[in-house]
């Protein structure tokens, strides 16, 4: 069982580019989410999932999008990366909100990614 | 929409001390109440929740909060400091009528010196 798992770790992008950060749980979860985390600001949501093929804005969406076609995979994709998108990115997972809302979210150990 | 306040940036405690980590919040309704902590380069790990019942919950590694509903607060709190709790803590809420949007606070560090 190995939890909520993202790729890459870390990663260096020049200003303009495309990329795709990788996120699988394997906890059979339906509920998926993005968040940042930069000094000072703590963790902010950045788009959220409650099942395949339901996707939703959160506090931070711009310059960011999502997709959900499968229970497990939750990508998430800077469309034309900019400076101010260096930061720390964590997925998290947990199971259905709703009534149970009450539900621990885990967390992924994190995608460090700097833009140039 | 829910907020949480964590007023310090910075909490600085003597091993084998008590500590105590600060959270207050706001809801329009009733919330659920989470502690995390996050060790350097990590992910955040789960300590606690308040769901509903006791107002004193008991988590991992001997933290502890308490659920003040009228002071509107949670927080964190160990009898005895080890040099290992140094770390970043996370206050966040819930608001059970919001199911999907959870808020973080800015987060604590905390500093037990030796």
């Known amino acids: 069982n190995a939890g909520v798992t993202q790729t890459p770790k870390f990663q260096v992008l020049k200003t303009g580019q495309s990329m795709t950060l990788q996120c699988a749980q394997d906890m059979n979860h339906e509920y998926m989410s993005w968040y940042r985390q930069d000094p000072g600001m703590g963790l902010r949501l950045i788009h959220y999932s409650v099942g395949a093929g339901i996707t939703d804005q959160g506090e931070v969406p711009n310059g960011y999008n999502v997709s959900r076609s499968t229970t497990e995979d939750f990508p998430l994709r800077l469309l034309s990366a900019a400076p101010s998108q260096t930061s720390v990115y964590f997925c998290?997972?947990?199971?259905?909100?709703?009534?149970?809302?009450?539900?621990?979210?885990?967390f992924g150990e994190g995608s460090w990614l700097t833009v140039v | 929409a829910q907020s949480v306040a964590q007023p310090e940036d910075q909490v600085n405690v003597a091993e084998g001390n008590p500590l105590t980590v600060k959270c207050t919040y706001s809801?329009?309704?009733?919330?659920?109440l989470f502690w995390y902590v996050q060790y350097p380069n990590r992910g955040l790990q789960f300590l606690l929740k308040y769901i509903t019942g006791d107002n004193l919950v008991k988590g991992s590694y001997g933290f502890e909060a308490e659920f003040n509903k009228s002071q509107t607060s949670f927080h964190l709190k160990k009898p005895s400091a080890l040099v290992s709790d140094s770390a970043l803590y996370f206050c966040?809420?819930?608001?059970?009528?919001?199911?999907?949007?959870?808020?973080f606070g800015a987060g604590t560090r905390l500093t037990v010196k030796p």
């Open positions: 809801v329009s309704g009733n919330p659920y």
């Open positions: 966040a809420v819930r608001d059970r009528d919001n199911n999907n949007d959870m808020r």
């Open positions: 998290a997972s947990s199971y259905s909100s709703g009534r149970f809302s009450g539900n621990t979210i885990y």
